[in-house]
């Protein structure tokens, strides 16, 4: 989350460029101030929380559908419970190639 989280920092004004180009412009901020919830509450938590891989990503869907308008919202927030869901179902935690990702997916 935080790498995806600096990416989307970096890219801010491409991704607000772009979404003018075919919307209203907000996905930038959109995302970016998502993904700055989400990490706010990851880092609150802590390491000592315990949480796993599938309850990171559960609580980023949360933050998404609950705190974030526009279309990007539901549609991250949709898509990372689903994430959360497979990584679950693979045991809670998973890793980069992992074929949890896939299904998710």
Request: proline content about 2%; overall charge negative; glycine content about 18%.
């Amino acid at each position: 989350m935080r790498r995806w989280a600096g990416d989307v920092e970096a890219s801010h004004d491409d991704l607000t460029r772009l979404d003018r180009l075919a919307g209203d412009g907000d996905f930038g901020d959109n995302v970016r101030g998502g993904l700055r919830r989400v990490v706010a509450r990851l880092d609150a938590d802590g390491p000592a929380s315990g949480r796993t891989g599938a309850e990171a990503l559960a609580a980023a869907g949360e933050v998404f559908l609950d705190e974030v308008g526009g279309t990007s919202g539901p549609l991250v927030g949709l898509l990372l419970a689903e994430l959360a869901a497979a990584a679950e179902r693979a045991g809670g935690e998973t890793s980069a190639g992992d074929a949890a990702w896939s299904e998710g997916l």
